[in-house]
């Protein structure tokens, strides 16, 4: 089964309005971290926002948000006022096991395409 | 701030041959991860150290090795190459100070022809 899913395979939206990227996750741990990342076409990975199990707040860093839903097992990445740079491939990822060399499983990836 | 840093970027190399790949992680950062992705794919997880100790290992062929040394640095040492090796190569790392975030770096493409 997968831990991590991304139902869209890709996403559209008008320059400056906010979009939300969809992610489910599936673990037994108690503890676990959940990621986003962002990969332009160059190829690089780029660390967007990170939220803990036990965190009670929702992370945020600057123009992206997540919106964690722990009892429904969802960690959407909201982000606001989008930029033609925005345009991206986004991963969600979840760290499972120790804290220390606890691997990343990936979900499969949304396109999102921000049109002027 | 320092990130990660991956060399080669890039590399070509014949079936069969050998080929490595280094990796240097930010400083003070304990825990170094590979990831191998091929085209169109997610990330998958081949090996991770902590404190240059293996302390994980997933989907990584026989072929391939691995080992973090006393500067911390960590290579992947891959062997007999096939062509469904070429991929882009992704060096992580990451500690409790930096928040239990992990950092890639920019990766090394691999082709094999």
């Known amino acids: 089964a997968q831990k991590i899913t991304q139902t869209q395979p890709g996403m559209f939206v008008q320059e400056k309005e906010a979009v939300t990227l969809d992610c489910t996750y599936d673990?037994?741990?108690?503890?676990?971290?959940l990621f986003w990342y962002k990969q332009p076409s160059s190829g690089e990975m780029i660390f967007l926002i990170y939220?803990?199990?036990?965190?009670?707040q929702n992370a945020t860093e600057g123009r992206y948000s997540l919106n964690f839903q722990k009892a429904r097992k969802s960690a959407n990445l909201v982000i606001s006022a989008s930029q033609l740079g925005d345009s991206a491939m986004y991963f969600c990822?979840?760290?499972?096991?120790?804290?220390?060399?606890?691997?990343?499983?990936f979900g499969q990836g949304t396109i999102l395409t921000v049109h002027p | 701030a320092a990130g990660v840093i991956q060399s080669p970027r890039h590399l070509i190399k014949e079936k069969r041959e050998t080929a490595t790949l280094k990796c240097y992680p930010i400083?003070?950062?304990?825990?170094v991860y590979w990831y191998q992705q091929g085209p169109g794919q997610d990330p998958q997880f081949l090996i991770s150290?902590?404190?240059?100790?293996?302390?994980d290992k997933g989907s990584i062929p026989d072929r391939f090795s691995a080992q973090q040394f006393s500067d911390y640095h960590s290579e992947l040492n891959m062997s007999s190459l096939e062509l469904g090796d070429s991929a882009l190569y992704f060096c992580?790392?990451?500690?409790?100070?930096?928040?239990?975030?992990?950092?890639f770096g920019e990766g090394s493409w691999l082709t094999v022809v």
């Open positions: 400083p003070r950062h304990d825990t």
């Open positions: 939220q803990g199990s036990y965190d009670e």
């Open positions: 150290f902590y404190e240059k100790m293996q302390s």
């Open positions: 990822a979840m760290r499972e096991g120790p804290v220390r060399g606890g691997k990343l499983t």
């Open positions: 992580a790392s990451s500690s409790r100070g930096s928040g239990n975030t992990i950092y």
């Open positions: 673990t037994s741990d108690q503890s676990y971290g």
